[in-house]
């Protein structure tokens, strides 16, 4: 276990709709990161949070938009759904600081029909 | 443009062999190098960190090399097991400024063991 929790572990929905996945990060675990795995692709970085803001952003579409709250735990927002974001949708965590270890949830397994 | 390169891109070995995964990096500023090990569906699990000045690091049967100068890495893998079939992935880290990184992964190197 990796202290990571991300809610739902599975999630069907149908294209048009609006989704919300959540992480709740490692105790003390400053910054938050979220990836998107489609199926017998790599880890695609989506987008950071360090304590509360954002600090960096990879392909991210427009369609998709996260937070981090006070309490630290975050959240990602997926709308307008297609069947192409059906994938596997990763949130890790870091303590933030450099040479710190990353620890990763289970993830969430989107499927857009 | 920060890129992390892995060699091969999948690898079918026999139960009890030993193998060499690649990682080839473009990263800049360079903080550390992570190796990943990724079953299927699952979130990745770290398997070894290393910094600048660390040469070689290993935990358990696997051990990582780093060579700064050249921006290689590998992992080792002795006497293979079953459980070792896998997804391994070379993620490296940029020192983003202040007391953050960024996390830049490469796609990794599919591993089947064979009986």
């Not at chain 1, 990060?25 to 949070?49: A, K, M, N, T």
């Not at chain 1, 981090?68 to 949708?89: K, M, T, V």
């Not at chain 2, 390169?5 to 990682?23: D, R, V, Y």
Request: a neutral charge.
């Amino acid at each position: 276990d990796s202290g990571v929790t991300q809610t739902p572990k599975h999630l069907i929905t149908a294209t048009g709709q609006r989704v919300t996945l959540r992480c709740s990060p490692r105790s003390g675990d400053l910054s938050v990161y979220w990836y998107q795995q489609s199926l017998d692709q790599g880890l695609q970085f989506l987008i950071q949070y360090y304590n509360g803001e954002e600090r960096a952003k990879g392909n991210i579409l427009e369609r998709f938009s996260a937070q981090q709250f006070p309490d630290l735990h975050s959240e990602l927002n997926l709308s307008s759904l297609e069947l192409g974001d059906s994938a596997l949708y990763f949130c890790a965590s870091s303590a933030g600081t450099l040479n710190t270890e990353a620890f990763f949830g289970q993830g969430t397994r989107l499927t857009v029909v | 443009k920060n890129q992390v390169e892995q060699s091969p891109q999948s690898l079918i070995i026999l139960e009890g062999k030993n193998c060499t995964l690649q990682c080839n990096y473009t990263v800049s500023p360079f903080s550390n190098l992570r190796w990943y090990k990724q079953d299927t569906g699952r979130g990745p699990v770290s398997l070894t960190i290393m910094t600048f000045s660390e040469n070689t690091k290993s935990n358990g049967r696997y051990t990582a090399t780093l060579d700064a100068d050249t921006k290689q890495s590998s992992l080792h893998i002795t006497a293979s097991q079953l459980s070792d079939s896998a997804s391994y992935i070379c993620v490296v880290s940029a020192a983003w400024g202040g007391a953050t990184n960024k996390l830049i992964f490469g796609t990794g190197t599919l591993l089947a063991v064979q009986p």
